[in-house]
T-cell receptor, first 115, second 110 residues
Framework: DVKVTQSSRYLVKRTGEKVFLECVQDMDHENMFWYRQDPGLGLRLIYF???????EKGDIPEGYSVSREKKERFSLILESASTNQTSMYLC??????????????FGDGTRLSIL | GDSVTQMEGPVTLSEEAFLTINCTYT??????LFWYVQYPGEGLQLLLK?????DKGSNKGFEATYRKETTSFHLEKGSVQVSDSAVYFCALTTGNQFYFGTGTSLTVIP
């Protein structure tokens, strides 16, 4: 089975802090994704990566950056956390090249609270 | 652009009732279709998939058939259990990006 592991289930940070969310997958997947999930808004794509050191903006990249130095690891960075970034963050991975119709596999999520 | 529309919830059913959650899609090209399930406090789990017209995906008693003529992928289960209480997401991809519905919350009462 595909395993996508997010480093923290719950995280509490303060406004202005730099926050790192880590995600690791163990299936040698090429593609990795970061979403945030908010009530009534569903899943919104923040960034995705289809190869090491490659990244593309999703629908809501403002206030976020990402890093993919190794194939198995995809990090989401909140440069200066704000209260409107309080949310559930979901990492996902999928196989195949950039234009792949393979399913995405998700981690358990990180519930981030910014105080 | 591509999109998925699923029925709004919440849905409340008694145990052993029949479940249908409607999903329709708009897509250019030939999408693959998916249903995901999210249990409280967890991430999304792939429930089933279909990659071409008339395919039927099935898993854990759930089924969905890819209907190109009606652009639909409705989720069904003949007899729901309390343990099926969760949020269900319909999704599609044509390879460029994934598109998720907004989710349908299901509560099954004993």
């Amino acid at each position: 089975d595909v395993k996508v592991t997010q480093s923290s289930r719950y995280l509490v940070k303060r406004t202005g802090e730099k926050v790192f969310l880590e995600c690791v997958q163990d299936m040698d997947h090429e593609n990795m994704f970061w979403y945030r999930q908010d009530p009534g808004l569903g899943l919104r794509l923040i960034y995705f990566s289809y190869d090491v050191k490659m990244k593309e903006k999703g629908d809501i990249p403002e206030g976020y950056s990402v890093s993919r130095e190794k194939k198995e690891r995809f990090s989401l960075i909140l440069e200066s956390a704000s209260t409107n970034q309080t949310s559930m963050y979901l990492c996902a991975s999928s196989s195949g090249r950039k234009y792949s119709n393979q399913p995405q596999h998700f981690g358990d999520g990180t519930r981030l609270s910014i105080l | 652009g591509d999109s998925v529309t699923q029925m709004e919830g919440p849905v409340t059913l008694s145990e052993e009732a029949f479940l249908t959650i409607n999903c329709t899609y708009t897509a250019t090209g030939y999408p693959s279709l998916f249903w995901y399930v999210q249990y409280p406090g967890e991430g999304l789990q792939l429930l089933l998939k279909a990659t071409k017209a008339d395919d039927k995906g099935s898993n854990k008693g759930f089924e969905a058939t890819y209907r190109k003529e009606t652009t639909s992928f409705h989720l069904e289960k003949g007899s729901v259990q309390v343990s099926d209480s969760a949020v269900y997401f319909c999704a599609l991809t044509t390879g460029n990006q994934f598109y998720f519905g907004t989710g349908t919350s299901l509560t099954v009462i004993p």
